[in-house]
């Protein structure tokens, strides 16, 4: 159905679907760059309080790519929501052609036939 009313009718009936273009994105995380060794092979000197504060950074990281991995995928969510309402725009439309171009085929065809057959057969009142 949707190649009928998206493809071959809305060419035939001169439409065009519009302009949005669908972005696929990657579901990937992106890369991100090593602030700190996440190994245990810290300096001996190193107080607990740095040690806590390399923690808390590396959750405040990964918080932040979560989040922005989370809105990747959003966007690519919205992106297909919007081609596929685009594509039932299209396929409204064109049906709604096709309904006026009926519609009018049949109006002007009555009406034709119908001053047609008035002039052929003229109906005329006898007092």
């Known amino acids: 159905m949707k190649k009928l009313f998206c493809v071959k009718l809305a060419a035939y009936?001169?439409?065009?679907?519009?302009?949005?273009?669908?972005?696929?994105?990657?579901?990937?995380k992106p890369p991100?760059?090593?602030?700190?060794?996440?190994?245990?092979?810290h300096p001996a000197g190193e107080?607990?309080?740095?040690?806590?504060?390399?923690?808390?950074?590396?959750?405040?990281?990964d918080l932040l790519e979560s989040r922005i991995h989370r809105e990747q995928e959003e966007r690519c969510e919205d992106d297909r929501e919007n081609a596929m309402r685009n594509e039932w725009i299209l396929a409204?439309?064109?049906?709604?052609?096709?309904c006026a171009m009926t519609f009018t085929g049949v109006f002007v065809g009555g009406t034709v036939f119908f001053f047609t057959l008035f002039f052929i057969h003229p109906f005329f009142i006898h007092p």
Do not use: G
Not at 47 to 61: A, F, N, T
């Open 13 to 28: 009936l001169c439409m065009k679907q519009s302009s949005s273009v669908l972005v696929e994105l990657a579901f990937m």
């Open 92 to 98: 409204a439309a064109v049906l709604d052609r096709i």
């Open 47 to 61: 107080s607990e309080k740095v040690q806590w504060m390399r923690k808390e950074l590396k959750d405040i990281r």
């Open 32 to 41: 991100s760059t090593v602030v700190w060794n996440d190994k245990n092979d």
